[in-house]
């Protein structure tokens, strides 16, 4: 049997939008990302929304309706100063905190939302930086084990976000954010970084990349554009081009990886 173009038409208008109602009706169709982190598949907090699942797209809100933590608790521990906390996304702390020579982003909210509801978060062979108000949250809000009590002391900064630098901070959030964390680390020098560690942090350029010996091909790969100078920080370029550094940074150190002795 042959089909003219006029039933087959239809056929395929049928087809179509006949298969999109059929998944509306079953709930199958979605347009947009509905936001919610996995959750634990196991153990004590089986079925309870994983942190480590935040994503950089997220807003505060977007976290404060998986989790109990508000937007303007987030807002407190990451200086985060917005009339609106619940539409802050996540993934520009980045920028906030460019300057401050240290990896503040989505793996510090991870860390500070996990321990702040003291659900179970792996920072093995991690560097997770939480800026000063955020551990004193922590410190006030949770009972922090020995080893999460060490870990906070270890990666506490006492940097403040672009936009609060040149700000004189209220009496009133002074004393929220005073210091009580035990020492905290000194900014590093920028444009610095350690060969010897072989792992792509905030600091990292695209000619220790290469040092080390991840070829220009796999990098443009990754970063979707052509190599800048060798002298630029990946997380400078990432954060001016769009990109999320927490997804690019993974996908460069699986390569150092590969290729580091």
Do not use: C
Request: aromatic content about 10%; glycine content about 8%; cysteine-free.
């Amino acid at each position: 049997m042959t089909l003219t173009s006029k039933p087959l038409a239809i056929i395929v208008f049928i087809a179509i939008f006949g298969g999109i109602g059929l998944s509306s009706t079953f709930g199958w169709w979605q347009t947009e990302s509905t936001k919610e982190p996995a959750k634990y598949t196991e153990g004590e907090f089986a079925g309870t929304a994983n942190p480590a699942d935040i994503r950089g797209s997220y807003t505060f809100g977007d976290i404060s309706n998986s989790f109990d933590v508000t937007p303007e608790i987030l807002a407190q521990a990451f200086q985060v100063t917005t009339d609106t906390p619940a539409s802050f996304p996540v993934k520009d702390l980045e920028s906030l905190y460019l300057e401050s020579g240290y990896e503040i982003g989505t793996n510090s909210v991870r860390l500070f939302v996990a321990y702040y509801l003291g659900l179970p978060f792996d920072t093995t062979g991690q560097e997770i930086y939480l800026p000063q108000p955020a551990a004193n949250i922590l410190q006030k809000h949770t009972t922090l084990t020995p080893e999460q009590s060490t870990y906070i002391q270890t990666y506490t900064v006492d940097v403040k976000p672009a936009s609060l630098v040149d700000i004189e901070m209220s009496p009133a959030q002074s004393e929220g954010t005073a210091p009580e964390a035990g020492p905290t680390t000194s900014a590093p020098e920028a444009g610095t970084s350690s060969e010897e560690e072989y792992a792509v942090k905030g600091k990292t350029i695209f000619g220790d990349l290469i040092r080390w010996g991840v070829s220009q091909e796999t990098i443009e790969q990754i970063i979707g554009a052509p190599m800048p100078d060798p002298a630029m920080k990946v997380k400078d370029f990432v954060t001016a081009n769009g990109l999320e550094f927490e997804t690019v940074k993974t996908q460069l150190q699986a390569e150092v990886d590969k290729v580091k002795p």
